[in-house]
């Protein structure tokens, strides 16, 4: 067990205004410019710095015996980081380690970050799949639950700062970059403070943040820090003179960025969960608009079929053919980043259920029988054409290679690589949704189809399975592909295949429609 503790390798250094971001990411997608040295993880000696951080204050013995981290481990290019920060889950277990890097060593005159996850006993370059969470994750939960203020920063130095000024402190893990809207919820009902870099970038991450927690937090202030130059943060302002008594008449005194009073989300007041109550009809009439409303009531009335099947399966039906183009605002405070609608409909044999879904999705398969004629002339097309070009760079580089010319060779060279420059992607199959998949064919038909797709079928035992992980040696749920592209979240593949070398795909916008 990894505790978020004992966190830095050694003595920090003064900060640069400019942040790189982490560049393992784009390492992912092909580029090889780096080498990485991962070691073993001693985790002997960090169960034992664990239990000496816990005896004390948390911040200082993490500083004073913080060589369990060591640099070494995350060594690059031959560089060693000048700091190392320990993220880990909510219950303690290391996720992921951020290293920082001087200027002048990996990125030119700018420091930078590279991200490094736990598999096993050793770190390994790259997050792959691993979420990292907020920063110390445990003990900002812990201080929360107190009561405890809340200071969110714009890096793990600063936050070790006003940890070790006995406050409250976090930021999220990719810096004044990216605040993952995921992280808000841990404020649920807390009092929180926005502490900017004095720079053009913080203030607008702040004011991000600001807006996440918008309905969330109880009381949200932005506090700027007065005699700061271009690019300082309270680190600075701290080394300067002032006091933490001073930063927190500060706090005090800032205005009121967002009160969750006076937001409202224009929810109803929740059901309160009690025996089993007889379902209520369906609110066409509320719910939906007129169009949609008659034509549910039109099937419903012709297939002898209670109204709220043929509506729930509407909402699949639209969402399929939204795809990922729409993001819904449910409220002043919260939206959406797609429409992706999950039904299940359960009822006994003879229900009608094959009837009512046949009707209800025959816009799509009218839309795929009108359209994949022409797509499919156009992907043949495309492959005689591509077929073509090949074969013409490839005879270009064969002459290439046995010409004695060098204005001769160089002429063929160009010609095969025009060719294979004229080579293009075969447009798209007119696809509405498909009724059967497997998860890493799911994430493939996703990314050929712009990252949208919508599984359909009036039998979904498949894929209820498929999810519950039937087909799975150990029994486990399989489920994370449904559940990222429900939620709008980035799905990255770099296992589709069963190849030690499969191809790596990536959708930034997903949505699924099942």
């Known amino acids: 067990m990894f505790s978020h503790d004992a966190v830095e390798s050694h003595e920090d250094e ?33 169960d034992a710095s664990i239990q000496r951080t816990r005896a004390g204050d948390g911040h200082a013995a993490s500083l004073a015996e913080g060589n369990d981290l060591e640099p070494k481990l995350f060594r690059v290019d031959g560089h060693y980081p000048e700091g190392v920060y320990l993220y880990a889950s909510a219950d303690g277990d290391a996720l992921a380690v951020k290293a920082r890097f001087a200027p002048g060593t990996l990125a030119g005159e700018n420091k930078s970050f590279r991200w490094f ?29 107190r009561g405890e203020r809340a200071f969110v920063v714009e890096g793990e130095k ?8 006995g406050l409250n402190a976090t930021t999220g893990p990719h810096g004044s970059s990216k605040w993952d809207p995921a992280h808000s919820h841990v404020f649920q009902g807390a009092d929180v403070v926005l502490l900017p870099d004095n720079d053009a970038v913080g203030h607008r ?36 003179g002032h006091a933490v008594e001073d930063l927190l008449g500060l706090a005090d005194s800032a205005p009121l960025e967002r009160h969750a009073a006076e937001v409202s ?3 109803g007041e929740p059901i309160v969960l009690g025996c089993q109550a007889e379902a209520s009809p369906m609110p066409l009439n509320e719910g939906a608009p007129a169009l949609i409303r008659d034509f549910v009531s039109e099937v419903a009335a012709a297939i002898k079929v ?50 009512t879904f046949r009707v209800v999705t025959s816009p799509l398969a009218e839309w795929v029988r009108i359209n994949e004629p022409s797509a499919a002339a156009k992907r043949a097309d495309a492959k005689s054409r591509e077929a073509y070009l090949l074969r013409k760079a490839e ?19 160009r010609t095969a690589r025009e060719s294979r420059e004229a080579m293009t992607v075969p447009p798209r199959r007119a696809i509405a949704f498909i009724g059967d998949t497997t998860q890493p064919a799911l994430v493939r038909l996703m990314a ?40 709008g979240d980035r799905i990255d593949r770099a296992r589709v295949g069963n190849t030690a070398t499969g191809e790596f795909l990536g959708i930034d916008n997903p949505s699924l429609a099942v």
């Open 14 to 46: 003064r900060r640069s205004s400019d942040v790189k971001a982490p560049r393992s990411e784009s390492r992912l997608a092909g580029r090889s410019d780096e080498s990485v040295e991962c070691h073993a993880l001693d985790a002997e000696r960090v």
């Open 395 to 413: 005879d270009a580089e064969r002459r290439a290679a046995k010409e004695k010319s060098q204005v001769e060779e160089q002429k063929f060279l």
């Open 306 to 355: 209670d109204p709220a099947a043929p509506f729930a399966l509407v909402q699949v039906v639209l969402s399929a053919a939204a795809g990922n183009a729409f993001s819904i605002r449910v409220s002043p405070a919260h939206s959406e980043p797609n429409l992706a609608r999950y039904v299940l409909w359960s009822a006994a044999s003879g229900e009608r259920k094959s009837a």
């Open 205 to 240: 991450h702040m004011r991000d943040v600001a807006a996440s927690l918008t309905g969330i937090a109880k009381v949200i202030r932005i506090a700027e820090l007065p005699g700061l130059t271009d690019g300082q943060d309270v680190d600075d302002w701290l080394a300067a």
């Open 158 to 165: 600063c936050a070790d700062v006003l940890l070790g000024s």
């Open 265 to 267: 989300d224009g929810w």
């Open 448 to 487: 050929e189809n712009g990252g949208a797709m919508a599984i359909m079928s009036a039998d979904a035992r498949q894929v209820v399975d498929d999810v519950l992980g039937k087909h799975r040696a150990d029994g486990s749920t399989d489920d994370s592909v449904y559940l990222r592209a429900h939620g």
């Open 117 to 145: 996850q736990r598999v096993g006993d050793r770190w390994t370059s790259g997050l792959g799949g691993t979420q990292a969470p907020l920063y110390r994750l445990a003990g900002l939960i812990a201080a929360l639950r």
